[in-house]
């Protein structure tokens, strides 16, 4: 920076100096903990789980900890837009990835996959429109709405399907797809990291992800600079709702069936990897990246307690607790920094 | 102090001696002694933040002085609000604070409910409201859920729900602000009905005519000092603006511009919105327009929605595009059309604290710096840096927090982010509030700048040497209206309070 350099030798006392006492060592901690601690968090949990877990490393169980995580990281991918736009999160994703996997199935049976995977995403669309408009326009709160939305999603679903399972093609082409690997890693996974690529690209990289940026961080001065905020938030759910479409997909694809059930949990899923990764639910801080590691924190985290034996009802306890941790430090932080 | 004993007054109820308010380094009140005695109506006056409000609290116990005491009867008055309403201090609040949903008579009651054997007894509230009802002669039906009355009706409310509590010291806050004037007329005649009933009233008021109209004696503050204390019988409006203002009435910096205003750019007809009651404007290019009056008088309620920033509810606003009248409907019209607005609250409503200088400059230009919305770093950063530098930036890092950076310093940057723009309009909203003198210069010199080279300017200011010194004229808004408007050449600090403060005046034209 030369502009320091460049800067007026005497006239410069009216820069507001970093508080006198400084933070504590407490509070610093604080920081780096709602700042970097998920890099660090997460290269130590792989190293010990590769040293101290046997048959963490084995290629089967890699396999299967990539399969697990893909679907729910490319929802909570998507769902980032939501949370950093200061929007709280989008519930209705458990319905709108069911929905993708059902229509992807059931609409390749009854005519072909390209038709499928259209209607897929125009439904995808309407999701997205009517959780955005609601939150972006009528400024209704996301949390209820898409709660709402979730239900209504749900409930058509079981309406359509009769709670049925349905299978793929006969001619095994989604069930083929599903199994393709690169190595010990599945397409899902492959799947995961170009959607993250492309709205981690979206995010950091474009007006669009600018202004959700933006947004987040400041809703009233965003506007006053002259940004259509509805739309803002509107672009939000969009990308939420595509982004569980395509996982809808992935799932489909890799169990060959569909079922309104089967995406269960996913809301809590892509929450807990996004609060752990470190994006703010206060709007305005965080990255795609921040959620692929959480993604993976958690992934291999739940994978460890598994091969440990711990029961699903202890990992559901360890997950829980972790999410209260993560946005107290949040919550906390931002105190301290006082932004 | 006055000791002439009129004979309706009797001893002193309420005392603040020598009080002392500081605010981390900001003196609010310095050494300020004011006594009231039981049946009289006593008035503060002052400019805004001469410090009546801060001791307005005081007496109320909502802050605790610095320095000094409140005596009632005599004794230290300690233990905040709770205190305060045990030694019968009620405060009728300048914000109404009642609670919309709630009725008449729960509202009336608030905080004191009447209970028997500790449920809520609605037989026991009905009657004590109505009482208090009855004692300022305001009738209203006491199911009423308050959300349905009109804004005058809560400011009765309000006083009831302070007679509700059987006080010895009423303090009233520009209770007059929303009234009409024959509802101000009838609140006058309450209020010495109830001073006449032995009750001490403080009446903070804006309004000189309404001050001479029921007050026995006057107490002027400037700059939180007091300045005089007198009989109302012995002074007159003339003296009191006077004492008020205070200040030697020299501003001229050595900084006259040249202005040449061009043809009008920015232009506003009928505008009505919540506080605003009818309002044409005109903005020329290169015209520096200065909006005066009081807090509360209806300045930024009227360009918030000029601008479409707030809702309003009636009025044209058109602004001139490269010879072409453009309608201003939504903010985001007014936006793209090159109207620059720099709100009031700036680190609400201006910045992105949390996020860096850059990034709050690109906010509005982010489609001139970008490429097919892809982003450019180094493009921003350039962007960003030059602006700063324009503005004066100290240090000029824009990669740091804007919240990192003083007052002064953000005010500047919420200006560099429209500079980008290169705006025809700038409406700037209290721009120089809170920043220090070297950054207030720097602003004053931007805004000069920006009307040198052509653009309209609307400013809003509390701080009169500022208005004067900046305006090449200035409209005087009071009641959301224009009380009148002034030249250059016939504004002075006496001009613009005394249409503000509405005292009556020949209006120059």
């Known amino acids: ?339 | 102090m006055s000791d002439d004993q009129s004979s309706t007054v009797g001893p002193v109820v309420i005392e603040a001696d020598s009080i002392v308010k500081r605010f981390g380094g900001a003196v609010a009140l310095d050494g300020v002694s004011v006594s009231v005695r039981a049946g009289e109506i006593y008035a503060l006056v002052g400019e805004n933040g001469a410090g009546k409000s801060t001791l307005m609290r005081i007496l109320a116990g909502i802050l605790a002085p610095t320095e000094g005491t409140v005596l009632v009867d005599g004794r230290p008055l300690e233990g905040g609000t709770r205190a305060a309403l045990d030694a019968g201090i009620a405060l009728v609040h300048q914000e109404l604070s009642l609670v919309p949903e709630m009725t008449v008579a729960e509202n009336i009651m608030l905080g004191a409910f009447p209970t028997r054997g500790g449920a809520i007894s609605r037989k026991e509230m009905q009657r004590y409201a109505g009482a208090a009802l009855e004692e300022i002669g305001v009738a209203i039906d006491l199911d009423e859920p308050v959300s349905r009355l009109s804004v005058s009706l809560r400011q009765f409310i309000e006083i009831a729900r302070a007679v509700a509590r059987k006080p010895r010291v009423l303090i009233l806050d520009e209770p007059t602000a929303t009234l009409t004037p024959a509802e101000t007329d009838y609140l006058l005649e309450m209020l010495q009905r109830l001073a006449r009933g032995g009750l001490a009233i403080v009446y903070i008021s804006h309004r000189l005519p309404e001050i001479f109209a029921i007050c026995e004696r006057v107490t002027v503050l400037r700059d939180g000092r007091h300045i005089d204390t007198a009989d109302i019988a012995d002074t007159t409006p003339d003296v009191l603006v006077d004492k008020m203002v205070g200040r030697e009435l020299k501003q001229d910096l050595g900084v006259v511009r040249e202005s040449n205003p061009g043809d009008v750019v920015l232009s506003a007809r009928g505008i009505t919105a919540p506080k605003v009651r009818g309002i044409d404007l005109d903005v020329r290019a290169g015209e520096i327009v200065g909006l005066g009056g009081l807090v509360g008088a209806g300045r930024s309620e009227l360009v918030r929605a000029m601008l479409g920033v707030d809702p309003r509810t009636g009025g044209d606003v058109t602004v001139v595009v490269d010879g072409q009248v453009r309608r201003v409907g939504s903010y985001t019209s007014a936006v793209r059309h090159g109207i620059a607005f720099v709100p009031e609250e700036r680190r609400q409503d201006g910045l992105a604290l949390s996020m860096s200088v850059s990034d709050n400059i690109a906010l509005p230009n982010r489609r001139s710096i970008s490429r097919a919305g892809v982003t450019s770093p180094a493009r921003q950063q350039a962007f960003a840096s030059t602006l700063a530098d324009t503005v004066g930036l100290r240090p000029p890092n824009v990669k740091r927090d804007s919240g990192d950076y003083s007052g002064g310093n953000q005010q500047k940057v919420v200006i560099a982010k429209w500079l980008g723009l290169r705006p025809r309009v700038i409406v700037l909203d209290e721009p120089t509030r809170g920043v220090d003198v070297g950054a207030k210069a720097e602003i004053h010199r931007l805004v000069r700048e920006l009307a040198d080279e052509g653009t309209a300017v609307l400013v809003i200011s509390s701080d009169l040497p500022e208005l004067l010194d900046l305006s090449d004229v200035i409209h005087v808004v009071r009641d959301g209206q224009i009380a009148g408007t002034l030249a250059r050449d016939e504004a002075d600090e006496r001009s613009v309070m005394s249409l503000a403060a509405g005292e009556s005046m020949v209006t120059s034209s």
Request: no cysteine; proline share 3%.
């Open chain 1, 1 to 339: 920076m030369n502009q320091l350099a460049e800067s007026p030798t005497v006239a410069a006392p009216t820069a507001a100096e970093p508080r006198a006492d400084g933070p504590s060592i407490a509070a610093k901690a604080l920081l780096w903990a709602a700042e970097r601690g998920i890099v660090v968090f997460t290269v130590v949990l792989i190293l010990a789980s590769v040293l101290f877990v046997d048959g963490f490393a084995s290629a089967v169980n890699v396999a299967d900890v990539f399969h697990r995580a893909a679907p729910i990281g490319i929802v909570a991918v998507g769902m980032t837009f939501v949370v950093i736009s200061g929007n709280y999160l989008d519930l209705s994703v458990v319905a709108q990835v069911a929905t993708g996997a059902v229509i992807l199935i059931g609409v390749s049976n009854s005519h072909s996959i390209p038709i499928a995977i259209l209607v897929a995403l125009a439904v995808s669309v309407v999701y997205g429109l009517v959780n955005g408009v609601a939150v972006g326009y009528f400024k209704a709160n996301a949390v209820i709405v898409t709660l709402s939305t979730t239900y209504i999603g749900l409930g058509l679903l079981r309406w359509l399907s009769g709670g049925s399972i349905f299978f793929g093609p006969r001619d095994g082409t989604i069930e083929s797809f599903g199994d393709i690997k690169l190595g010990a890693v599945p397409i899902s996974a492959i799947v995961l990291v170009v959607v993250a690529l492309v709205l981690g690209f979206l995010l950091s990289r474009t007006n669009f992800g600018f202004v959700v940026r933006a947004f987040g961080s400041n809703k009233e001065a965003t506007r006053l600079s002259g940004v259509n905020t509805p739309v803002v938030v509107l672009g939000a759910f969009l990308i939420t709702s595509f982004a569980a479409t395509i996982a809808g997909f992935v799932l489909a694809a890799y169990s060959n069936t569909a079922v309104s059930s089967m995406s269960d949990g996913y809301d809590f899923g892509a929450l807990a990897a996004i609060i752990i990764g470190g994006t703010s639910v206060f709007g305005g801080k965080g990255s795609v990246l921040r959620t692929v590691l959480g993604v993976v924190f958690v992934s291999v985290l739940t994978n460890v307690l598994v091969l440990s034996g711990v029961g699903f009802g202890w990992q559901q306890v360890a997950i829980g607790s972790l999410i209260v941790l993560a946005v107290s430090v949040d919550a906390l932080a931002r105190k301290v920094s006082k932004k």
